[in-house]
């Protein structure tokens, strides 16, 4: 009987913590949503003002002094930040898309975005995933520096059609178009096995050009299927994906048969490997080059989620990266993805 009581006090201690939680994240959200709306009034007021009576932009260092002078606990008014609200507001204010959107995520978040960010459909990607995966200001800034915008529009899986819906935007963000192993110190005609070799021995610079999400679980992952035997070059886990993600590296051009050897890979694990609560594996192959109209063929074949990206040894970016991005119409489809999930 005591045990009986124990536990429903603990239940109801739960719940009771379970409720003061939910109404403190309701709390902080209605009181963000008003800032950023003071905010935007803020610089709506001072774009206002400057265009009724010809004020430049000394007329916000005098506001700032005033500002701080009548609310001296106050923080947010420093001049340049006052400054950031109106050029906010003048950002935003014709944008039926995106204004409602940045009362979602922080102010400095929005400062990043707006700062760092080119065009309303790049700026809508990173509000839409900062409200979604809750990114901190650092996390955000790192991801924007990454260019995780254009990779995740340029990479190439079958993840459409392989992966529920709940799955494949992230799924997406987990696999780049290309990464940069400028850590790896290899010898000029290295080999398969000793770029392998260079990312297990620089394990953490590894994980961090994966992503972050990502833990190490072993290289050279033995299966047995019959009398063969089966050895994966990296197998790593997805912590927010629940997934474990194989990985084959290759030095050459992309070729077909490497989607059908994943595909056997990807078909043995989650067979042998896969824990019930786990979701499927996902496989990853790593090559030095690509042709991106023969692995878009490649792919359409497989019914097991696999995407296909290149490496490179030094850090630097195609100029032309812009001019290989989709349209902008394919961009606004693209980005569809996080309304539906």
């Known amino acids: 009987m005591d045990e009986i009581k124990t536990l429903s006090y603990l239940q109801l201690i739960s719940e009771v913590k379970a409720l003061i939680q939910k109404k403190q994240f309701q709390t902080i959200k209605q009181?963000?949503?008003?800032t950023i709306?003071?905010?935007?009034?803020?610089?709506?007021?001072?774009?206002?003002?400057?265009?009724?009576?010809?004020?430049?932009?000394?007329?916000?260092?005098?506001?700032?002094?005033?500002?701080?002078?009548?609310?001296?606990?106050?923080k947010g008014y420093s001049a340049a930040n006052l400054w950031r609200m109106r050029n906010f507001y003048l950002n935003y204010r014709d944008s039926e898309k995106l204004a409602p959107l940045v009362r979602e995520i922080s102010w400095s978040n929005n400062i990043v975005i707006m700062e760092k960010c080119k065009d309303d459909l790049q700026r809508e990607f990173y509000i839409q995933m900062t409200i979604r995966?809750?990114?901190?200001?650092?996390?955000?800034?790192?991801?924007?520096?990454?260019?995780?915008?254009?990779?995740?529009?340029?990479?190439?899986?079958?993840?459409?059609?392989?992966l529920p819906e709940e799955r494949r935007s992230q799924a997406k963000l987990?696999?780049?178009?290309?990464?940069?192993?400028?850590?790896?110190?290899?010898s000029p005609e290295y080999s398969e096995h000793e770029l392998e070799l260079q990312l297990v021995n620089h394990i953490r610079a590894f994980l961090i050009e994966m992503g972050g999400d990502f833990t190490f679980v072993g290289n050279q992952y033995h299966l047995v299927v019959g009398?063969?035997?089966l050895y994966i070059d990296l197998l790593l886990f997805h912590r927010r994906l629940r997934s474990l993600i194989a990985i084959e590296l290759k030095i050459g051009e992309f070729e077909a048969e490497y989607a059908g050897k994943m595909?056997?890979?990807l078909t043995v694990l989650d067979e042998q490997v896969k824990l019930p609560e786990e979701n499927p594996f996902i496989g990853i192959i790593i090559c030095k080059?690509?042709?991106k109209t023969f692995v878009e063929y490649a792919l359409k074949q497989s019914n097991v989620p696999i995407g296909v990206a290149t490496y490179q040894l030094s850090h630097s970016l195609p100029e032309n990266m812009k001019d290989?991005?989709?349209?902008?119409?394919?961009?606004?489809?693209?980005?569809?993805i996080f309304e539906n999930e």
């Open 289 to 291: 080059s690509k042709d």
């Open 263 to 265: 595909q056997l890979y």
């Open 227 to 229: 009398s063969k035997d």
């Open 133 to 162: 995966y809750g990114w901190t200001k650092r996390i955000l800034t790192n991801f924007i520096e990454a260019q995780t915008y254009e990779k995740y529009l340029l990479n190439q899986t079958n993840f459409d059609l392989t």
């Open 37 to 74: 709306n003071l905010y935007w009034e803020i610089g709506e007021e001072i774009y206002r003002q400057q265009e009724e009576k010809g004020w430049g932009k000394a007329i916000v260092q005098v506001l700032s002094k005033e500002l701080q002078k009548e609310f001296p606990g106050a």
């Open 174 to 186: 987990a696999v780049k178009d290309e990464y940069t192993f400028d850590f790896a110190e290899l």
């Open 31 to 34: 009181i963000n949503a008003e």
């Open 324 to 336: 290989i991005l989709p349209n902008p119409e394919e961009i606004v489809e693209r980005l569809r």
